[in-house]
Nanobody, 121 residues
Framework: QVQLVESGGGLVHTGGSLRLSCAASGRFVSINVMGWYRQAPGNQRELVAS???????NYADSVKDRFTISRDNAKNTVYLQMDSLKPEDTAAYYC???????????????WGQGTQVTVSS
């Protein structure tokens, strides 16, 4: 099993910044893709940004000029730097990791428990 531990959420004013971190723990795994999703009450969970082991990134159009995703493969950690935050960014942010177990090549998909980001006007 792969466990994801998130941190960095909080309350900020419009225009502020936050940096989310997600550390993945698990033995004998290869993590191919890590990403961040968010979900506001009553809304569908949506992809915010993702990054592959080879540093290829993908962003939702609503955040691509304001957010930056990065990862430290040695630490199996993904970060999301969020700048110029807007009230519409308010949501629970969930870390996601996809990969496979090295011994069996069985794929997995893991989710963090979520960290709340609230942007006030």
């Amino acid at each position: 099993q792969v466990q994801l531990v998130e941190s960095g959420g909080g309350l900020v004013h419009t225009g502020g910044s936050l940096r989310l971190s997600c550390a993945a723990s698990g033995r004998f795994v290869s993590i191919n893709v890590m990403g961040w999703y968010r979900q506001a009450p009553g809304n569908q969970r949506e992809l915010v940004a993702s990054i592959t082991r080879g540093e290829m990134t993908n962003y939702a159009d609503s955040v691509k000029d304001r957010f930056t995703i990065s990862r430290d493969n040695a630490k199996n950690t993904v970060y999301l730097q969020m700048d110029s935050l807007k009230p519409e960014d308010t949501a629970a942010y969930y870390c996601n990791a996809e990969g496979y177990y090295l011994t069996t090549r069985t794929t997995f998909r893991s989710w963090g428990q979520g960290t709340q980001v609230t942007v006030s006007s």
